[in-house]
């Protein structure tokens, strides 16, 4: 069955540095995504990303976040200048079109010390 | 409250009894979707059930919506220790956003 995949499975970096979570979609799907779950809270939305442009973004998704689509199969998340408080299980998603099931990836452990 | 409250946070059961889990939200939507989440590890897909379903199925699986009461309820049945793990309700309104409810915790004891 396709699945979103995602690397690193865990990453741990100082404060300040910069951070790149790669993803891969779902082949034939159009619509991604990013979330966060920090330690024992909700899961958040961070972005939606849509014919090469980012559709939706939530308070969270500020100027020390950015997505790119570099390449017809990978979909990134970089994080400029990391803080503790951005320590948390990333999670990239797709879905074929809007309002259909959405699919997650595992997930990328992101530790900042 | 926020949208997508799980009710109880927390359930304990024994292996072979049915497992109920409820979800409240506030706003209108387009669909609700459950998801399951072993411990630190991803969401896996449950079951999309849509504005204008009531009902849906999927193996041990049930999902039923009420959108006058702006609720949606899940039941495993004939549950197994394997289906230990954080379940959680998704809205999705306008736009492809999904709000996460807080999760029930289940535990199926063997």
């Known amino acids: 069955e396709p699945e979103v995949t995602q690397t690193p499975s865990h990453q741990v970096t100082q404060m300040g540095q910069e951070v790149i979570l790669r993803c891969v979609p779902i082949s034939n799907h159009l619509y991604f995504y990013w979330y966060r779950q920090i330690l024992g809270q909700k899961v958040e939305f961070l972005v939606s990303f849509y014919n090469n442009e980012i559709s939706e973004k939530s308070e969270i998704f500020d100027d020390q976040f950015s997505v790119e689509r570099p390449d017809g199969s990978n979909f990134t998340l970089k994080i400029r200048s990391t803080k503790l408080e951005d320590s948390a299980m990333y999670f990239c998603a797709s879905s074929a079109t809007v309002g259909n099931t959405i699919y997650f990836g595992e997930g990328s452990w992101l530790t900042v010390v | 409250s926020q949208q997508g409250e799980e009710d109880p946070q927390a359930l304990s059961i024994q292996e072979g009894e049915n497992a109920t889990m409820n979800c409240s939200y506030k706003?209108?939507?387009?669909?609700l979707q459950w998801y399951r989440q072993n411990s630190g590890r991803g969401l896996v897909h449950l079951i999309l059930?849509?504005?204008?379903?009531r009902e849906k199925h999927s193996g041990r699986l049930r999902v039923t919506l009420d959108t006058s009461k702006k609720s949606s309820s899940l039941l495993i049945t004939a549950s197994r220790a394997a289906d230990t793990a954080s379940y959680f309700c998704?809205?999705?309104?306008?736009?492809?956003?999904?709000?996460f409810g807080g999760g029930t915790r289940l535990m199926v004891k063997p």
């Open positions: 998704a809205t999705n309104n306008a736009g492809n956003m999904l709000t």
């Open positions: 059930i849509r504005s204008n379903e």
């Open positions: 706003t209108s939507i387009n669909n």
